[in-house]
């Protein structure tokens, strides 16, 4: 079984995400929650709210189609961060210039899989 959950328009750096993301791929579900429960980067916040979100998706579609469900049988198959669309701001400046800030945001994607589901591909 495998479910998806996807957290869009984020306001955190893609650069900064992927550092996260990067600590709990090919991890077991339970695992990387604690892991990012305390991890001290911003952005472990809403990477922990997408994996906590993948594995309610995983309880549903299995709920759904009648399977036996354990959370601790999950892990997490695929998880990138791509980037979303850059806010574009101005700072003023000295001598009546502007500076250009752009405030980037992600689109992060988590999967979480049975280690079945991997045999079978």
Not at 26 to 50: D, H, M, T, W
Request: net charge positive; aromatic share 6%; no cysteine.
């Amino acid at each position: 079984m495998e479910a998806k959950a996807i957290a869009r328009h984020i306001r955190v750096t893609p650069m900064k995400a992927r550092r996260v993301v990067n600590l709990v791929r090919g991890k077991q579900a339970n695992e990387a929650l604690a892991i990012l429960k305390f991890a001290q980067q911003a952005a472990s916040e809403p990477v922990y709210k997408v994996v906590a979100s993948a594995m309610a998706n995983a309880r549903v579609l299995a709920d759904r189609d009648g399977l036996a469900f354990d959370e601790s049988d999950l892990y997490i198959s695929e998880a990138f961060v791509d980037e979303g669309p850059t806010m574009k701001r101005f700072q003023p400046r000295a001598q009546g210039r502007a500076y250009r800030i752009k405030k980037r945001t992600s689109h992060i994607t988590v999967v979480v899989a049975t280690p079945e589901n991997e045999e079978a591909r």
